[in-house]
């Protein structure tokens, strides 16, 4: 099991502990600490596609710096306008912070031959790999 299923699966029972023992739901509290954006990777001889979701985030507020071997996307979350003056907040779950996710990649990528696309909320990134970092078959000699 990798350590980083091991820390999510400690932190769960961690909230579960918690809401036993105080009779409340620390769910929304304990939400903020995961990854923003979440991330998806798909891997292909060619390279690396990741799709993270960013709903409601305008394109123009996403930035996305790609190194040989890390990607960062960083950006800002702005809060929809509220309601009238005498209206104020009875439930407030999302979050309108600055945010900022670095993940490291599995090989070196060029970033020159990268791309971005976001649609619907999805930002899909094509991250091809450096030439001598493709998969290579060997021949076996039989001897």
């Known amino acids: 099991m990798s350590r ?10 961690l909230r579960q502990e918690l809401d036993q023992m105080t009779g409340g739901d620390w769910s929304p509290y304990l939400r903020r600490t ?11 001889d060619k390279g690396l596609t990741l799709t993270a979701e960013l709903p409601g985030i305008d394109a123009s507020q996403i930035e996305v710096h790609v190194d040989k071997d890390s990607l960062t996307i960083a ?23 600055p ?3 670095t993940v490291e990649l599995p090989f070196d990528v060029d970033p020159d031959k990268c791309e971005a696309v976001y649609e619907k909320g999805v930002l ?8 001598e ?3 290579k ?3 076996i000699k039989a001897g």
Do not use: C
């Open 4 to 13: 980083t299923r091991t820390v999510w699966r400690e932190m769960n029972r």
């Open 34 to 44: 995961a990854a923003f954006p979440a991330i998806n990777a798909f891997e292909s």
């Open 75 to 97: 950006g800002q979350r702005t809060a929809a306008p509220s309601g009238t003056k005498d209206e104020s907040y009875v439930r407030r779950e999302r979050w309108f912070e």
């Open 99 to 101: 945010f900022r996710r």
């Open 124 to 131: 899909t990134l094509k991250l091809q790999r450096v030439p």
């Open 133 to 135: 970092h493709e998969p």
């Open 137 to 139: 078959k060997l021949t």
